[in-house]
């Protein structure tokens, strides 16, 4: 039997990250993945001359060369920075309202205060209050962070008298005011115009959370880290990024074992001590680190009796999150001819966007907002020359389709398919007649490929309620410990660099 | 005690209320032993990773090929696109191999699956087929998979679709769809065969095209005697113009034997068809691949290389895919379409050199890393690769 020092199960990009960190520390690492390639999320898919991209719409905290955020620091680690040609996308992102106004946030607080303050003259002064508020929150949620970090275990810490002495409050104003808001409690206190709102708050669709549900903070931290850390790209799409990390691992002496998924997680008097994959294979560790639900974890990959009562108990207050329905587009076109300026656009027919998200809960997309990117806008080279393509699809829950009849399966596809390109004909007149290739994504592609309950492509509902401190991260089978956006904040980003997090402890654990 | 979690929510605004709701919901909520297999299961009615088939009929349709029907050994075949194929693992003088072969049923009925097979000169799996294989046997397969297919989102309701000998079967699951379902569709198909006695389906497809008025249907022979009333030549420019009129507003779909395709593909361009308009379905690796474009010219196809995978070496004949040498020494290698596009049989190139034929749909990431698809690349010198 083999002997591994620490298993992670599902090669996505925190499964990745975590055995890239472990490899790099020397210690023996194996990552079993039951798809063909790695990445999870973090892939991409060929159709005639096109490479569509599965997910990435944005990469966070990359920051730049002379001012590098976190993530650019960790794949300098991981001596993966180099291999891979970033692209520095130069908006935010377009809210396209309804009756067609558009408006486009420059990649500078001052830009986007400006644009917003042109677009919406009356509420200059609560766009810069709201911009200064979103930078202190911010700025208090890095220091309460360092602080926590800064004080060790035992000891009764600076950070733990202060709690307790009721300063909180005191010490980190902001926090506490805005911490536990929803984006649609503090938007709606800072600003009259609802279209100034929907500018603001488009960050709810990476997270799957209409505005009445979707936590500030998110809303604040992504405003913050994406104009000071910019929106990036890269050529080739997220594969490369799960390619390199791959390479990273077998290089350091990892493992990284494809289209060998894990069937059983062996638990002896109630500690994990290893796997058996899908051969039938088993291997021996010290510690594993699941990359996938917390719910298939223990539901599929555990014996029934073995499954603790505390953490089925626990798990029961989480909601699984919302899937995808897309569509990925090449066009025989450059993205001039039908009007595509901006390479991320939210697309709203309706002001509403707590009431249209309802139907996120129907099969057909007839009102959701839509989310349509292009970047061949910011890079020409991501698609053959003459080209473009579009991914365009909206949010939508796993259960109708889980609920629909198989035989009607691909003729609901296309009907909804159709649905999304009639609503953006409207907007990039033409579109359709310029379609070489097209490909749609379901709720049941996502649960295909991933292996996630409803498809979810951001783990649990990210409500405020199930977020931030209350994330589900509490460990209750000893040694088999998690990493990846079931139960952290979801996105690139947050979960290669949680991937690293979870790592160092968990390295530090099996000297 | 509290905890320190606690006491920090305590102390901020809407904490208390927060903290009510999760205790709320962990009591109305789902237990997570309702969610075992449940992906699996609804994945599995569409998508299932592999089949276990059993032949149920076996019917002579011309002197040289067989329409075989495949039945569920679990009694559930999954839905699947006219157009797609299965892919079907045989195991012949004791090597494991597969072929992609595309589904010739109509999608409206899933009680059996059909295939069609044809003899080619020096074939190893066809002759299988057509000269061993009886009722009651069983097969392994996976699929369907495959992407040639009708697309409603941007597929003109006119379709054209030419075929060339045994690649006639995915145009014959369209055909029956769209005349049984009395879908609003038009159809012209310009079938290639060598003799008329060799065209599959000759007779059905005939006998379709008299009941309606939406299918024509012509067939049109390479090898013909002077006295037939069919077409004769090749499928050109100027036939499929005179066959089909007005051009504009229809999508053209491809099938046969890569020099058949290849030929067409010409014609279409003559005729000024954007790409968007055309679909082809690779169908699987020629056999002379000798011929395709960009072969080095310095070799012959009879050079015998070292493969190297893990600690084991391996013969490796030029003109045989990387994936047939590994096939012939046991070597266990996922596959599905067998001609580049699905990228399940990816391998990492570690040192030596390769031809990679056409048509693989390489990622830029395999590119950037040395990954290829072994299915379509011919060593050209010795070779080293790892899973
Ligand atoms: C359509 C879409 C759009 C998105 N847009 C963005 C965006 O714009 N910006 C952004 O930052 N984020 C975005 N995300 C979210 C982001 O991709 C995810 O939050 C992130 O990739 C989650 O990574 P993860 O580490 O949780 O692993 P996952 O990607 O969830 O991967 C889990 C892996 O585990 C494997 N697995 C499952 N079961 C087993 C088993 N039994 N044994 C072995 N392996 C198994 C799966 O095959 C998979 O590879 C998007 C996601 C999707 C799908
Ligand atoms: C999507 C798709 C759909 C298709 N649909 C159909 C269809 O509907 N009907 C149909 O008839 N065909 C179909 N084909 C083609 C089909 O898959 C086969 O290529 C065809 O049946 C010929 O198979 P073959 O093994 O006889 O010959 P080839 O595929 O040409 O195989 C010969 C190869 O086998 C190797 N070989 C020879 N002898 C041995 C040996 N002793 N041990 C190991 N290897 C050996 C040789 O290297 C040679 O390269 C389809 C192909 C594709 C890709
Ligand atoms: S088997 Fe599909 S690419 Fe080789």
């Not at chain 1, 708050?201 to 992504?222: D, H, Q, T, V």
Request: charged letters at 25%.
């Amino acid at each position: 039997m083999k002997n591994y020092d620490v298993i992670v199960i599902g090669a996505g990009n925190a499964g990745l990250s975590s055995a890239a960190t472990l490899a790099l520390e020397g210690k023996k690492v194996c990552v079993f993945e039951k798809h063909n390639i790695p990445g999870g999320c973090g892939t991409s898919f060929r159709r005639g001359r096109f490479e569509f991209e599965v997910a990435l719409h944005q990469l966070s905290s990359m920051g730049t060369e002379e001012k590098p955020g976190p993530l650019r620091k960790l794949f300098k680690e991981y001596g993966i920075l180099d291999q891979i040609e970033w692209i520095e996308i130069d908006s935010l992102y377009k809210v396209n309202l309804p009756g067609g106004l558009g408006v486009a946030l420059p990649t500078t607080r001052k830009g986007a205060e400006e644009t917003l303050i042109k677009q919406f003259p009356e509420e200059k002064a609560s766009i810069l209050a709201y911009f200064d508020t979103v930078y202190k929150f911010c700025g208090e949620m890095d220091d309460f962070a360092a602080a926590s970090a800064n004080s060790t275990g035992g000891e009764p810490s600076n950070i733990k008298k202060l709690l307790t002495q009721a300063l909180f409050a005191k010490k980190y104003p902001y926090l506490a005011k805005y911490a536990l808001k929803t984006t649609d409690e503090v938007l709606e206190d800072f600003f009259k115009s609802k279209e100034l709102q929907l500018c603001l708050s488009a960050y709810w669709c990476f997270m799957g959370m209409p505005p009445e549900r979707f936590p500030f903070y998110i809303l604040a931290k992504c405003t913050n880290i994406y104009i000071e850390d910019k929106p990036f790209y890269l050529r080739g799409g997220s594969q490369v990024i799960s390619q390199a990390l791959t390479e990273a691992i077998k290089k350091a002496g990892g493992d990284v074992k494809f289209s060998c998924g894990v069937k059983k997680i062996v638990v002896e008097n109630g500690e994990a001590v290893g796997v058996i994959d899908a051969n039938g294979q088993e291997y021996r560790c010290k510690k594993i680190i699941s990359n996938i639900s917390p719910i298939h974890t223990y539901a599929n990959l555990v014996d029934r009796e073995l499954i603790p009562r505390e953490a089925r108990e626990y798990l029961s207050g989480y909601t699984v999150g919302i899937s995808a329905l897309t569509c990925f587009i090449g066009l025989d076109c450059p993205p001039e001819t039908i009007g595509f300026t901006d390479s991320f656009n939210l697309i709203y027919d309706d002001l509403d966007a707590n009431e249209t998200f309802k139907d996120a809960y129907t099969l057909f997309p007839d009102k959701d907002p839509i989310i349509a990117t292009c970047y061949t806008v910011d890079d020409p080279k991501v698609s053959p020359e003459g080209t473009s393509i579009i991914t365009a699809g909206t949010l939508k829950y796993g259960t109708p389709w889980e609920e629909l009849n198989p035989d009607e399966y691909y003729e609901t596809k296309y009907k909804a398919a159709n649905i999304i390109i009639d609503r953006l004909e409207k907007r990039f007149p033409g579109i359709r007649s310029h379609i070489e290739e097209i490909e749609v994504a379901t709720p049941l592609t996502h649960m295909r490929y991933l292996n996630h309950p409803g498809g979810a492509i951001y783990g649990y509902e990210q409500d405020v309620k199930s977020s931030f401190v209350f994330f589900p991260r509490e460990v209750f089978i000893k040694n088999l410990t998690f990493a990846g956006g079931w139960v952290n904040v979801c996105g690139f980003g947050p979960n290669y660099m949680f991937g690293n997090q979870v790592a160092k402890q968990v390295s530090k654990e099996v000297k | 005690m509290k905890s320190m979690k606690d006491i920090i929510i305590g102390q901020m605004e809407k904490g208390p209320e927060i903290m009510n709701e999760g205790a709320v919901a962990k009591k109305i909520g789902k237990d997570i032993i309702t969610e075992k297999n449940k992906t699996d299961r609804i994945v599995r009615s569409i998508h299932t990773e592999s089949l276990n088939l059993i032949v149920s009929e076996i019917h002579q349709v011309t002197s040289d090929a067989k329409a075989i029907r495949f039945v569920s050994a679990d009694g559930y075949l999954p839905v699947f696109e006219a157009g797609q194929y299965v892919n079907i693992f045989t195991e012949i003088n004791g090597v494991r191999t597969s072929r992609p072969y595309s589904i010739s049923s109509s999608p409206k009925q899933r009680g059996y699956y059909e295939i069609c097979v044809a003899r080619i000169p020096t074939g190893f799996v066809s002759d299988f087929f057509l000269d061993k294989v009886k009722v009651g046997d069983k097969f392994e397969a996976n699929g369907p998979q495959g992407v040639f297919r009708f697309n409603p989102v941007f597929h003109y309701k006119k379709s054209v679709f030419l075929a060339g000998g045994s690649g006639i079967t995915p145009f014959m699951s369209m055909t029956r769809e769209i005349l049984e379902s009395g879908a609003d569709r038009e159809i012209y198909l310009i079938f290639g065969a060598r003799k008329a006695e060799l065209a599959i389906f000759h007779k059905e497809l005939s006998a379709m095209a008299e009941l309606h008025p939406n299918f024509h249907y012509h067939l049109v022979l390479s090898e013909s005697d002077s006295e037939c009333n069919f077409r004769k030549g090749f499928i050109d420019a100027k036939c499929i113009k005179d066959i089909v009129g007005e051009i504009e507003g229809s999508t053209f779909y491809m099938c046969g034997p890569p020099v058949m395709t290849d030929f067409c593909a010409k014609a279409l361009e003559e005729l000024n068809i954007r790409p968007k308009d055309i679909r082809r379905e690779m169908f699987g690796a020629r056999q002379d691949i000798q011929n395709e474009p960009g072969w080095p010219s310095n070799l012959t196809g009879d050079e015998v290389f070292k493969l190297k995978i893990g600690d084991k070496v391996i013969d490796a004949k030029s003109s045989e895919s990387l994936l047939i040498s590994l096939e012939r020494a046991g070597v266990r290698v996922n596959v599905c379409c067998r001609s580049g596009e699905c990228s399940l049989c990816r391998v990492k190139l570690v040192s030596g050199n390769v031809f990679l034929a056409r048509g693989v749909w390489a990622r830029h990431a395999d590119e950037k890393f040395g990954y290829i698809h072994s299915c379509k690349a011919y060593p050209s010198s010795d070779v080293e690769i790892e899973f």
